[in-house]
């Protein structure tokens, strides 16, 4: 499965930003997804996840202003990003996800940078 995200850019705190995350081949469907962040100096951290099912979880500090859905049809994963905060700065991965651990090789990213 490749991954390719997109919609990243320069946005002002409290603005939004809508990413996207569109995966070749045919499970996309059965397989959790997840959008991971890598801030500067950081290591990478789980942001959000959705089941197959459609089930979502979230991490606390995003919880209440990142959604993220999926359109199997479209085998397209979204992050929406509200109420940005300069510490949403990052770059913005989406991955498989199995046993709580990332499934497929990584794609480029997408930055994600709020000013202040």
């Known amino acids: 499965v490749e991954l390719v995200e997109s919609g990243g850019g320069l946005v002002q705190a409290g603005g939004s930003l809508r990413l996207s995350c569109v995966a070749s081949?045919?499970?996309?469907?059965?397989?959790?997804m997840a959008w991971y962040r890598q801030g500067p100096g950081k290591q990478r951290e789980s942001v959000a996840i959705?089941?197959?099912?459609?089930?979502?979880n979230y991490a606390d500090s995003v919880k209440g202003r990142f959604i993220i859905s999926r359109d199997n049809a479209k085998k397209t994963v979204l992050l929406q990003l509200n109420s940005l905060k300069p510490e949403d700065t990052a770059v913005y991965y989406c991955n498989g996800l199995l046993g709580g651990r990332p499934l497929f090789s990584w794609g480029q990213g997408t930055q994600v940078t709020v000013s202040s």
């Open positions: 081949g045919s499970t996309f469907r059965a397989y959790s």
């Open positions: 959705i089941s197959s099912g459609g089930t979502t």
